[in-house]
């Protein structure tokens, strides 16, 4: 079985830190599609994201940092439960119109043979050799500071 991981800053680290869970951004703004109407993007927001890569190469991710200025890769998550998750090219393939995939492929950057998605929450855990951080209260405050940006 795979192993796989979510690489985040700290501030969202703090946040998942509250449920032990990656949870796609959609759930957490749920209008976050409405402030980009009629527009054929594809659910990239509707799915959580992780990687095969056990060390982050930023540019492989697409964590470049160019739009947020966190650096998220800071903090590493194991996925408990890889087998619910699927390589994000199966999974888009199968989910998206054609027109879709091209749109996807044109916004992200890197090496999509590198990523894993899910459209349901999946459970994490630090890595075993590390003390959880204790999550702060404005974890969730934080997290969605991001999409204001
Ligand atoms: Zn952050």
Redesign the pocket.
């Known amino acids: 079985m795979v192993r796989l991981y979510h690489f985040c800053?700290?501030?969202?680290y703090q946040a998942i830190a509250q449920t032990w869970q990656v949870v796609p951004v959609s759930m957490l703004v749920s209008n976050i599609m409405d402030r980009i109407p009629d527009h054929p993007l594809p659910p990239l927001f509707d799915l959580a994201w992780f990687t095969d890569m056990e060390v982050p190469d930023r540019q492989a991710l697409g964590l470049t940092s160019r739009l947020?200025r966190?650096d998220r890769t800071e903090r590493r998550l194991v996925v408990l439960t890889p087998w619910k998750c699927q390589p994000w090219r199966a999974w888009s393939m199968e989910n998206l119109e054609r027109r879709q995939q091209h749109i996807a492929r044109e916004l992200l950057s890197g090496d999509p043979t590198r990523w894993w998605v899910s459209p349901i929450p999946v459970p994490v855990a630090p890595p075993s050799d590390e003390r959880p951080l204790r999550p702060s209260r404005s974890g969730l405050a934080?997290h969605s500071e991001?999409l204001r940006r």
């Open positions: 800053c700290t501030h969202s947020i966190c934080h991001h």
